[in-house]
């Protein structure tokens, strides 16, 4: 069965970096794209940014452009977020989420981390 | 940014009467090349990520109960569950994929009246 597999919760302080994990399992990993997508506590979802994990292309909101990379193994089926330069609005559960087939919607979600920023 | 705005921000309904869910978003999300609506609807219950119930406006996400329907096109679009069941006390969101970057209205929470 299709399987989104977060890593752990972190906590970082402001103007740290975090990196957290994706692995994926049940499907052809190269064949899915991976979002990831945010919620501040008690908050609505907020886009972070999206992976081909077949060739690597990514893409970003401009409001996060600089700070947020995504990368992803493919040995592994794992794909990575990592953030910089990390603010208190940061604090946040960040999720994966593969986008279905022949859509755009998101048909698998990963548990979510829970990032907090704090000194 | 396409904003997208959803109407109600909180709604109580009765068990097994209908619950309606409105999301407007600020320009057509319809994609004229396939004649398909760019809009999802996802359910949140408390300590899980969402999950997808609607894709293209009107289509059921498998094992999604039949209650639970998605109308619209263009801007205007409506998630509506026939009979409420204790079980869909949730928060309930609509979510463009037309333009990047991919947008989702503000919530609606659903509770049992």
């Known amino acids: 069965q299709v399987q989104l597999v977060q890593s752990g919760a972190e906590v970082k302080q402001p103007g740290a970096s975090v990196q957290v994990s994706c692995k994926a399992s049940?499907?052809?990993?190269?064949?899915?794209?991976i979002h990831w997508v945010r919620q501040a506590p008690g908050q609505g979802l907020e886009w972070v940014g999206m992976?081909?994990?077949?060739?690597?292309?990514?893409s970003y909101p401009e409001k996060f452009q600089g700070r947020v990379a995504l990368t992803r193994d493919t040995s592994t089926g794992t794909v990575y977020l990592e953030l910089t330069r990390l603010r208190s609005e940061d604090t946040a559960i960040y999720f994966c989420?593969?986008?279905?087939?022949?859509?755009?919607?998101?048909?698998?979600w990963g548990q979510g981390t829970l990032v907090t920023v704090s000194s | 940014d396409i904003v997208m705005t959803q109407s109600p921000d909180s709604l109580a309904v009765s068990l097994g009467e209908r619950a309606t869910i409105n999301c407007k978003s600020s320009?057509?999300?319809?994609?004229?090349?396939?004649?398909?609506?760019?809009l999802a609807w996802y359910q949140q219950k408390p300590g899980q990520p969402p999950k997808l119930l609607i894709y293209?406006?009107?289509a059921r996400e498998s094992g999604v109960p039949d209650r639970f329907s998605g109308s619209g096109s263009g801007t205007d679009f409506t998630l509506t569950i026939s009979s409420l069941q204790a079980e869909d006390v949730a928060v309930y969101y609509c979510?463009?994929?037309?333009?990047?970057?991919?947008?989702f209205g503000q919530g609606t929470r659903l509770e049992i009246k």
């Open positions: 293209w406006a009107s």
């Open positions: 049940g499907y052809t990993f190269t064949n899915y794209y």
């Open positions: 320009q057509s999300i319809l994609y004229s090349s396939n004649n398909k609506n760019f």
């Open positions: 979510h463009q994929y037309s333009a990047s970057p991919p947008t």
């Open positions: 989420a593969r986008v279905k087939w022949g859509s755009s919607a998101y048909d698998f």
């Open positions: 992976i081909n994990p077949s060739g690597g292309s990514t």
